[in-house]
Antibody, heavy 123, light 115 residues
Framework: EVQLVESGGGLVQPGRSLRLSCAAS????????MHWVRQAPGKGLEWVSGISWNSGSIGYADSVKGRFTISRDNAKNSLYLQMNSLRAEDMALYYC????????????????WGQGTLVTVSS | QPVLTQPPSSSASPGESARLTCTLP?????????IYWYQQKPGSPPRYLLYYYSDSDKGQGSGVPSRFSGSKDASANTGILLISGLQSEDEADYYC?????????FGGGTKLTVL
């Protein structure tokens, strides 16, 4: 059974940093691209960032480019999101999502999702 | 990144069909993209439903009933999710998504109410 478990969310002041983690199990982690998707309270979905199976292809939404860094550790079956210079508009539930493909050359659909970790940005 | 336009809400009665639309900006040709559809119910993560590129290139998510189907209206530059034989359990938010060259983009979502 595929499981994606996010952690690392919490309350953080504007301008500070936070690192999210996603522990994956139930599939061969290093075969697939992975993503972070967020959802502000009462709002829609926003793709944040994606990374291919070997970290060779990485993409970011314009809204986080230059502030967020996605990474993965295939030996630990883990995905990460380093979030710097946090803003009020970054407050959201952050989902870890598995791509259906390896992400070499293209990303595809998200076939499994975690339950999310909540990031609150407030002074 | 482009904006995909979805009507905020839609409603239909059980047994009827619901046609949910996702309109691409005029500078992006719907014919060039896979249109992905996701369903989200309150308190749950989204669920992948299907993708549609053409009648010969489409795919259904695992366990997704065949009454969910996709299509395109090229004249309107729009992707379409058709849900036939509506059931109360279909009441949810529905999101479309595409992959332009600079990253993934979701539509704003449509809240479907089954009356």
């Amino acid at each position: 059974e595929v499981q994606l478990v996010e952690s690392g969310g919490g309350l953080v002041q504007p301008g500070r940093s936070l690192r999210l983690s996603c522990a994956a199990s139930g599939f061969t982690f290093d075969d697939y691209a992975m993503h972070w998707v967020r959802q502000a309270p009462g709002k829609g979905l926003e793709w944040v960032s994606g990374i291919s199976w070997n970290s060779g292809s990485i993409g970011y939404a314009d809204s986080v480019k230059g502030r967020f860094t996605i990474s993965r550790d295939n030996a630990k079956n883990s995905l990460y999101l380093q979030m710097n210079s946090l803003r009020a508009e970054d407050m959201a539930l952050y989902y870890c999502a598995k791509d259906r493909s390896g992400g070499s050359g293209y990303f595809d659909y998200f076939d499994y999702w975690g339950q999310g970790t909540l990031v609150t940005v407030s002074s | 990144q482009p904006v995909l336009t979805q009507p905020p809400s839609s409603s239909a009665s059980p047994g009827e069909s619901a046609r949910l639309t996702c309109t691409l900006p005029s500078d992006i040709n719907v014919g060039s993209y896979n249109i992905y559809w996701y369903q989200q119910k309150p308190g749950s993560p989204p669920r992948y439903l299907l993708y549609y590129y053409s009648d010969s290139d489409k795919g259904q998510g695992s366990g997704v009933p065949s009454r969910f189907s996709g299509s395109k209206d090229a004249s309107a530059n729009t992707g379409i999710l058709l849900i036939s034989g509506l059931q109360s359990e279909d009441e949810a938010d529905y999101y479309c998504m595409i992959w332009p060259s600079n990253g993934g983009v979701f539509g704003g979502g449509t809240k479907l109410t089954v009356l």
